[in-house]
């Protein structure tokens, strides 16, 4: 191990590292990148020109400008993202410093570790396939640095590939039983930080329209029974009740217990959602039930007690036909009714006509709905844009829309008339993806409606949206945009081919979520229930595991060592084999080199009383082998011989 | 026919006492149609079983003693002028004879020593421009001092190829070198040494060592040993193919003395040190000088197929 490496391990080494620090490329400050790409680059230059390493000093001076770098961009040198920048440039310069073969090897570990790195940030399949890639080709690196003789790549690569398949067992057997911690192993200060995505506690004028030019996933369910159809389908977000002429935003939250009654049997469900980074955590109106570590406000919004920074997965119950709030108090009434004083004039205007005109809420409501439906209003997703009195500029000069501006105009108008009415956001519908037979709900569907409150019935959901357009509420919004190519390429319907595999790729990612990412403790303890090992401990999961792994090992030991014996297919040579291992039996073993002559005469010296049928099969054995007998008799009776010989 | 062998094998052994393997060895050799080449200190009998063996063989026999100023006419012979027939008339030389003993052969120049080395390979000589074929059966037996001995020029690689085996005697054991003592002299014991073979049933023999069978399980442990001299670092060069057709070559002839009608690993065993002796040579300090202990060394690394 202390010989010297040639200059191909070394550039295969550089180039497999290369590989595996790649995906930080786009995490790392520039400079730092710049400065390994330099350090590899000049590391080959050297292997090729042989010229020798740099003294220690120049390596130290590195290390200690990168390390000061490091910590004055991150003002830090501990955690996540400084901690993979420091272990990057070190990585490098360690390669500058490899001179033997152990040098190396301690390299391919430090390889095998930073590709561990690559899955602090993302843990999806592309990730952990590239990094499949990356192991087998240090893994080659890693077979290549063993051999003296410059092997051909594709016999590393192949050997490698063995290397990992014999790994697989042993894989499985660890992620199966390797004792899990909750939560994610690797929480750091920094996740905190994260932008958030989806939807926000605040809505203005084109930010639901913004959200549904995303593709991304907001959260996936898969339901007991039948899919509810699409018109039931409002995954309740966050609740909006204040209203600055422009801008709807959230109250404090309010944590009571509401009160509901219901009157049919409520769907069963499961959400997997994606980390938004907020607490909110989305159920069907109305939800029956809490997910564990969260809590409910009086407006029947489900929070977490910690933001969603990693994709969580909870049970559900909803029920879709419900009334609740009939018996709201008079102040949270009131805060349903506010207004900011000299906004929107012309709407307050026309909320005190309808209100003169119709004597019931019910029928202020419908006028307005009305007034939506046939007075030239339209669904688009590129309204124009409007300015300080944005109602009254959508109601009476656009009237062109997204669901925002027409919950908004509605609660707006509802409020004008002395209906007391509130803001709901969430998601409206979602995708069926018939492979696997769940619901993908994207931050596309996003969608705003308002609730009212009427006296006896409690507070109603109105979507004024379906009002405009029918569409978006039966079908969804790829339906109610069918003309419009604003959507993203992969949600609009127009091309088959495109949606067949885009669901089928979710449907694997949505596996690799609940299988792989979503093996939480909760899944191994059912797992190991139901294969009767209930309680299992640290400690007797450990044990499994151990007993496990060595099983596996004997197991592959076995089939390794199978392979290495010669299978002999001459009826001569195994007849003379079985003779020779029963000799060797009694401690009179042939040797390698021994010919059939001079083991017959040793073994008669040995044990003269063994003299007779040694030589006789000796005699035979010689003839049918060295000589041109090829007499099948005396073959079977060669192999009879060997039979009955009882040394 | 055999049996004629090995009387010839024991009547040697009557005047080189204690060396019957090399003696063997040495009729293998002749029965293989090969060359043999003896090498010993002085005085340890090389010449004396030279002499044996092409007595009790009966064929014509030469003696060329080689010396530095040996010259290849004096080997090959020389054409002179007859006045009388006022024509040249060829005067053959030493090497035209059944048996030639090239005695100390590395004492002369690589000039002489290539006439003869030519003469072994092509069974004929050529002087003159015209050819002339060597007497059937030619059989050479060279001796030469170990070339750590001074005065020598050593045969190249090249060269000691040609000679199928070649034999060392060494020193004799305490009892045959007190029988050795005690006994006649072993000139006079010579000349008492009547033929036991003829001329024609030595090509007879020869043809039919030829014919013994070598099955392909026999060729797997040839090719195997083969193989092992050119993969191991132990040695400086491989055996060539010319060698590993010598080794079947004597190991028939090896089968042929012991009565088979087919080699077995054991022949090839027993003639590896004299085929292989002087073929191979060891890499580093230690090295094996003794053709014998190269092929025990060999033998051991080899397993039988």
């Known amino acids: 191990m202390t010989q010297t490496l040639a200059s191909r391990h070394t550039f295969w080494l550089t180039a497999s590292l290369a590989l595996v620090a790649a995906p930080h490329v786009q995490r790392l400050p520039w400079w730092l990148n710049l400065l390994v790409a330099t350090l590899f680059g000049w590391r080959l230059y050297l292997a090729r020109t042989r010229l020798p390493l740099p003294s220690r000093g120049i390596v130290m001076f590195v290390v200690t400008g990168a390390t000061a770098g490091v910590y004055l961009h991150y003002e830090t040198l501990f955690g996540r993202d400084a901690g993979v920048a420091l272990l990057v440039i070190m990585l490098t310069l360690k390669l500058l410093e490899m001179r033997t073969a152990r040098d190396a090897m301690l390299l391919i570990f430090l390889g095998y570790f930073l590709v561990i790195t690559n899955f602090l940030y ?44 014999q ?20 929480r750091m200060p920094a996740d905190s930080q994260r932008s958030s995505t989806g939807l926000s506690d605040t809505m203005s004028p084109g930010s639901m329209t913004n959200l549904s030019l995303s593709e991304a996933v907001a959260f996936r369910v898969s339901f007991k029974a039948d899919t509810p159809a699409n018109r039931q389908l409002y995954w309740r977000g966050p609740v909006l009740w204040n209203f600055d002429g422009r801008t709807w935003r959230a109250p404090r939250a309010d944590y009571g217990e509401p009160r509901y009654d219901t009157h049919f ?161 969430g998601y409206m519908g979602g995708e069926v993806n018939p492979i696997g037979q769940y619901l993908i709900v994207r931050e596309a569907d996003a969608h705003a409606w308002t609730e009212v409150w009427l006296r006896g019935e409690g507070w109603v959901r109105v979507d004024p949206t379906a009002a405009v357009s029918p569409a978006r509420v039966e079908r969804g919004i790829s339906a109610a945009m069918a ?119 040793r073994v008669s010296r040995a044990r003269p009383d063994l003299e007779t049928p040694v030589q006789r099969f000796i005699r035979l054995y010689v003839d049918l082998r060295y000589g041109q007998e090829a007499d099948l008799q005396h073959v079977s009776r060669l192999q009879q011989l060997a039979r009955e010989f009882k040394p | 026919m055999t049996t004629r062998i090995n009387k010839v094998v024991e009547r040697v052994g009557g005047i080189i006492l204690g060396k019957e393997l090399q003696i063997r060895l040495a009729v293998a050799c002749l029965l293989a149609r090969g060359h043999l080449l003896i090498e010993d200190i002085p005085g340890v009998g090389k010449t004396t079983l030279a002499h044996a063996l092409a007595a009790s063989v009966g064929l014509s026999f030469q003696r060329v003693q080689f010396t530095s100023d040996l010259l290849p006419a004096d080997i090959l012979g020389v054409s002179i002028y007859n006045r009388d027939s006022g024509t040249f008339q060829f005067h053959p030389g030493p090497i035209f004879t059944q048996v030639v003993l090239a005695d100390e052969v590395n004492r002369a120049t690589p000039k002489a020593q290539s006439a003869l080395l030519e003469a072994m390979e092509e069974h004929q000589v050529t002087i003159d421009g015209e050819t002339r074929r060597l007497p059937q059966p030619f059989f050479v037996i060279a001796t030469q001092n170990p070339s750590y001995q001074v005065g020598t020029f050593p045969l190249p690689e090249s060269q000691l190829d040609r000679f199928l085996m070649r034999i060392q005697l060494g020193y004799p054991g305490a009892d045959a070198e007190r029988a050795l003592l005690q006994g006649q002299d072993r000139r006079d014991l010579l000349q008492k040494l009547g033929a ?22 026999l060729l797997d442990y040839v090719q195997a040993i083969v193989r092992h001299t050119r993969a191991s670092a132990e040695y400086a060069n491989g055996l060539s193919p010319r060698a590993a057709l010598a080794l079947l070559h004597a190991a028939r002839a090896w089968a042929l003395m012991e009565s088979r009608k087919h080699v077995v690993p054991e022949d090839v065993q027993a003639v590896l040190g004299g085929v292989v002796g002087h073929r191979l040579i060891p890499t580093g300090d230690g090295a094996r000088i003794n053709g014998s202990d190269i092929a025990q060394h060999l033998i051991k690394q080899v397993p039988i197929p």
Request: with cysteine.
């Open chain 1, 167 to 186: 790994s697989v067992p042993l894989m499985l057997l660890m992620f199966l039983l390797f004792p899990r911690i909750q939560g994610p192993l690797w």
């Open chain 2, 196 to 217: 036991c073979l003829r001329g024609e049933d030595l090509t007879e023999l020869q043809q039919e060592a030829q014919q013994v069978h070598v099955a392909s399980a």
């Open chain 1, 483 to 601: 003309g419009e190519n604003v959507l993203p390429l992969f949600i609009r319907g127009d091309f088959p081919v495109l949606r067949e595999l885009r669901l089928g790729f979710d449907s694997v990612a949505n596996n690799w979520n609940q299988w792989v990412l979503g093996y939480t403790p909760e899944r191994q303890r059912a797992l190991l229930t139901r294969a009767g090992l209930d309680d299992a401990t640290w400690r007797s999961l450990a044990l499994l595991l151990l007993a496990g792994t060595a099983m596996t090992a004997m197991l592959l030991a076995v089939l390794t060592l199978r392979r290495l014996r010669v299978r002999v297919r001459d009826p001569v040579r195994r007849a003379y084999l079985a003779f020779c291992s029963k000799l060797g039996s009694r401690g009179l073993a042939r040797e390698d080199a021994e010919g059939p002559f001079s083991y017959a005469d």
């Open chain 1, 265 to 425: 049997y409520p769907v069963e469900y499961t959400v997997t959602v994606e980390p938004h980074g907020k607490s909110w955590l989305f159920a069907l109106d109305l939800p029956g039930r809490l997910p564990p570590r969260s809590i409910a406000t009086s407006d029947f919004q489900i929070l977490s007690a910690v933001p969603v920074t990693t994709r969580q997965r909870y049970d559900m119950t909803s029920f879709l036909d419900y009334t609740y709030g009939a018996d709201e108090s008079a102040a949270t009434l009131q805060r349903a009714l506010q207004l900011p004083p000299g906004f929107n004039p012309r709407t307050a205007e026309l909320a005190r006509e309808l209100r003169r005109k119709h004597g019931s809420d019910q029928a202020v409501m419908q006028a307005v709905l009305n007034m939506f439906g046939h007075d030239g209003f339209s669904y688009t997703m590129s309204p124009p844009l409007l300015g300080e009195h944005s109602v009254d500029e959508f109601l009476f000069d656009a009237k062109k829309g997204f669901c925002e501006h027409y919950s908004s105009a509605f609660a707006v108008l509802m409020r004008a008339a002395g209906i007391p009415a509130r803001i709901v956001t």
């Open chain 1, 122 to 165: 993302s843990q999806t399949i592309p990730t952990a396939l590239y990094m499949l890639v990356c192991v087998w080709i240090i893994t080659a690196c890693m077979v290549g640095i063993h051999y003296t003789r410059a092997p051909r790549t594709i016999h590393l690569l192949r050997t490698a590939g063995v290397l990992l398949a």
